[in-house]
């Protein structure tokens, strides 16, 4: 009865072992067990992707043994090595296809920011004294080569596993870039051959390529496997730290990591943690996959500042820098191209220069034009106001004489019937001087206009001076201005143009008279007029200020002929005057009263003038 039960239950206890032992396509994971008992927990094949850079079979005899360690030690799960590429490991870790990833840090570092995978451990060497600091590139040239430092290496040929590869490209990019290089455009041709790796120095042994960038190591172990002889070779840039086995050119790196899904249970990814950290490093599968052993997870920090250079840094090198490093690796051309831009910069400034030359010419030659035809106007005006200048003096002399002879009969009667001291004699011997100086002034401007050389008479400067202000006294009291001297102690004699003297001092006196008439407020404010005089160094200098509205224009244009500031002005006034003061041999000149430190206001006009009377005194 017994036995005819059992011989019932064996198929179904055989057709339960079967399934637990078939696995599903490898497009399908994780793979469970169909429906057991409930009693039995399901047990789970995961694909574990390893970079294949010494081949699928070599991958496969390396890995296996721990994907068989991991099977024994993590409970209800196996492991299965897949020996993959850069790209298809990236691929079947998108589609699910493979759970746990063993790769170098910057591939690790580059998927991170694809897919949600999480860093269980790093791999110790089972060189180096099991330092966990072990991929770096090494830079491989032939013996025989010129090539002896990193510049040399520019502008030459390149082959490498993979732009992806930190254990080799990209720790090379990133030697070449601290130098200070263009990393773009420092090799002439870079060809990438993908795994196995012994193609690489197999290029340069052939000479199909210039320079061979190899993982750590990968050297030393051909030559250990007797693939090639090492003094063949030389290596670039040798940089071994103390401790290693094996020769670098470029900075050291963490291993390889183990790293998981984030699709995985957490339970599971614990255990493999555990598993892996507790391999020893004379287990078999540490001696197998060439390692000794696994530690806890080794900061990226070194491999993220290298990815940040050679992503950003090298993007954005100034333009200077790219020229200078352009310059570097081309010498001969560049710095003939740069000894070319110096000359036609030198040249440019010297067309520039002579071009600016001949512009300044032909600008002064304009001017020059524009100032003759502008004298040549003035000359024409100043023939027509001769001419009619002369026959108006010719008119005027006739009722100034008349009203001389009236005035000096009127006087000589007055005298003989009141007296000399009677009003009516002072107001006709006022007439009779005023007569004469009319007729002199006439005299003056006829000669002037004929340019005729006015007689030298002996004069005192107070006196004149007290004359003209007698004249303008009632102009003083419309305008409510206040006047003040502050002249020399003794009066100053001059030999010249006594009536042209006069007619400057009334002149400026009259200007500034106008000047503050037309204030904003003439009437509300107090205007002033303050006359100076003084002898420095033999030389008189006359100062009279007013604070009137000052000057609107330069001070040489008020001395331009025919210029007038005046709606109604003739443009001779200051004209007139700077003639007359330049035959005393002295000179007028004007200015803001804000622009003279010993000016006793800060706003009007201030006229200056200076005559020499060395020879006077």
Not at 17 to 27: C, E, G, K, R, T
Not at 42 to 66: D, E
Not at 358 to 379: F, H, P, Y
Not at 478 to 501: A, C, E, P, Y
Request: charged share 15%; hydrophobic share 40%.
């Amino acid at each position: 009865m017994r036995l005819k039960m059992w011989l019932m239950l064996m198929p179904a206890f055989l057709w339960t072992v079967a399934a637990q032992s078939i696995v599903l396509p490898d497009n399908i994971a994780p793979l469970v067990q169909q429906q057991t008992p409930r009693d039995v927990v399901p047990l789970v094949h995961y694909r574990v992707a390893v970079l294949a850079n010494y081949g699928v079979a070599k991958s496969i005899s390396r890995w296996q043994p721990l994907m068989n360690y991991l099977t024994q030690h993590v409970a209800n799960a196996s492991f299965e090595v897949v020996p993959l590429d850069f790209n298809h490991m990236n691929q079947q870790l998108l589609n699910g296809q493979v759970q746990f990833v063993v790769t170098n840090p910057g591939h690790y570092f580059n998927m991170s920011g694809d897919f949600p995978i999480s860093w269980l451990a790093t791999m110790k060497s089972d060189k180096h004294q099991g330092n966990t600091f072990a991929i770096g590139a090494t830079i491989i040239v032939r013996s025989d080569s010129p090539f002896y430092t990193i510049e040399d290496l520019a502008e030459h040929s390149v082959v490498a596993s993979d732009p992806n590869a930190l254990g080799g490209y990209q720790a090379a990019m990133g030697l070449i870039n601290s130098k200070g290089y263009l990393t773009d455009h420092f090799f002439s041709n870079v060809t990438f051959v993908g795994f196995p790796l012994e193609p690489l120095i197999y290029h340069v042994r052939d000479g199909t390529a210039d320079i061979a960038i190899t993982p750590f190591c990968t050297f030393e172990q051909m030559v250990a496997q007797g693939y090639i002889n090492a003094d063949d070779f030389r290596v670039i840039n040798d940089v071994t730290p103390e401790g290693y086995d094996c020769a670098v050119s470029t900075p050291l790196y963490p291993n390889w990591s183990f790293a998981s899904s984030d699709a995985v249970p957490l339970t599971v990814r614990t255990d493999i943690t555990r598993a892996l950290l507790s391999v020893s490093a004379n287990h078999p599968a540490s001696i197998v996959g060439q390692n000794g052993g696994w530690a806890a997870p080794i900061s990226q920090f070194e491999v993220i500042k290298l990815f940040k250079q050679l992503d950003i840094e090298s993007n954005q090198i100034p333009v200077y820098m790219q020229v200078w490093q352009w310059i570097k690796l081309n010498q001969k051309w560049g710095f003939g191209l740069l000894g070319l831009f110096f000359v036609s910069t030198i040249y440019h400034l010297w067309l520039e220069y002579r071009f600016r030359q001949k512009s300044e010419n032909l600008l002064n030659t304009e001017r020059q034009l524009k100032n003759k035809a502008l004298q040549l106007a003035r000359l024409q005006s100043a023939a027509i106001l001769g001419e009619i200048g002369a026959g108006l003096a010719h008119e005027l002399n006739q009722p100034i004489a008349a009203i001389t002879q009236y005035s000096e009969g009127g006087m000589i009667k007055q005298a003989n019937n009141t007296g000399l001291d009677s009003v009516q004699y002072q107001l006709l011997e006022k007439i009779h001087q005023q007569s004469i100086r009319a007729g002199e002034i006439v005299h003056r401007i006829r000669g002037l206009l004929q340019r005729k050389n006015t007689e030298d008479t002996d004069f005192f400067v107070n006196e004149q001076l007290m004359v003209c202000l007698e004249l303008l006294e009632h102009e003083f009291k419309t305008h409510n201005i206040k006047l003040s001297t502050q002249l020399t102690r003794h009066d100053i004699k001059l030999t010249g143009d006594k009536v042209g003297f006069c007619q400057v001092l009334i002149n400026v006196l009259k200007n500034a008279v106008d000047a503050m008439s037309e204030k904003d407020d003439p009437l509300q404010s107090t205007n002033r007029i303050l006359i100076e005089s003084h002898i420095e160094d033999n030389i008189l200098q006359m100062k009279i200020y007013d604070n009137g509205i000052g000057l609107s224009c330069s001070a040489v244009e008020f001395k331009t002929t025919f210029f007038s500031t005046k709606e109604n002005g003739l443009g001779l006034g200051l004209t007139i005057c700077n003639d007359v003061i330049m035959q005393f041999g002295g000179n007028i000149s004007l200015s803001k009263c804000e622009d003279e430190p010993d000016s006793p206001w800060q706003t009007g006009c201030r006229v200056l003038i200076t005559i020499p009377v060395s020879s006077n005194k």
